[in-house]
């Protein structure tokens, strides 16, 4: 929370926390990369298929993670799930 209910009061470490990443962000965000392409790269990529098609994603991704639980319950199952599916 960035103010406290009870009392009133700002949490400046977080807002701090924030402004920092934001302040890396935008570093990074200033440096010009410069990458050659690839055409060996870029092949590969463009040929790599997924054995599941959206439908099948998306319902894999359901299993994974129902609609409602939180992000512990499901980690502490997640490789049992995945091992069933």
Do not use: A, W
């Not at 009133?8 to 934001?22: E, G």
């Not at 050659?36 to 790599?48: E, F, G, N």
């Not at 098609?53 to 994974?64: A, G, K, P």
């Amino acid at each position: 929370k960035y103010l406290d209910d009870d009392k009133k009061l700002l949490n400046f470490d977080k807002l701090r926390m924030i402004s920092h990443v934001i302040s890396e962000l935008v570093t990074f965000q200033n440096i010009p990369y410069q990458f050659t392409p690839s055409p060996t790269i870029q092949k590969l990529l463009k040929q790599i298929v997924t054995p599941f098609d959206e439908d099948q994603l998306y319902n894999i991704s359901r299993i994974l993670e129902p609609v409602g639980s939180t992000k512990t319950q499901s980690s502490n199952s997640l490789m049992d799930k995945i091992r069933k599916v």
